[in-house]
């Protein structure tokens, strides 16, 4: 799934975006995952998920991940004040399939 050379490519938030969006439509899930770029922030959700996530990097280039909430589960996130700093876009690239499987295994219980 995760290539090195892939890793390479993604510099800035919306080079992220553009490669979760091709990810994603390459491996077919039936989750509907919803990857949007807006203002330099990538957000990630799933319909029917209270939570996701929201990628941006600060003025030194360091990514910065969020946790994002919907408390009515009604499409409007907002951050938690839970986040995550890194230098390395694999680590974010983890995130994203951390969470990712997150929502497989809650999918298959329920």
Same mark, same amino acid.
């Given at each position: ?15 992220? $975006?553009?490669? @979760? %969006? ?16 807006? $203002? ?9 998920? *209270?939570?996701?996530?929201?990628? +941006? +990097? ?11 909430? *919907? ?16 230098? %390395?876009?694999? +680590?974010? @690239? ?12 809650? +999918?298959?219980?329920?």
């Amino acid at each position: 799934m995760l290539r090195p050379d892939d890793v390479e490519t993604s510099l800035t938030a919306h080079d992220l $975006s553009v490669y @979760l %969006k091709e990810m994603v439509l390459r491996e077919d899930r039936d989750l509907k995952i919803d990857i949007d770029y807006e $203002s330099g922030e990538v957000f990630i959700n799933c319909p029917g998920f *209270s939570n996701g996530l929201s990628v +941006t +990097t600060d003025p030194f280039g360091v990514w910065v991940i969020n946790e994002v909430i *919907s408390k009515d589960n009604n499409g409007i996130f907002t951050q938690t004040g839970n986040h995550f700093k890194t230098e %390395k876009t694999m +680590t974010v @690239l983890r995130a994203v399939a951390s969470w990712i499987f997150d929502l497989e295994e809650s +999918t298959r219980k329920g």
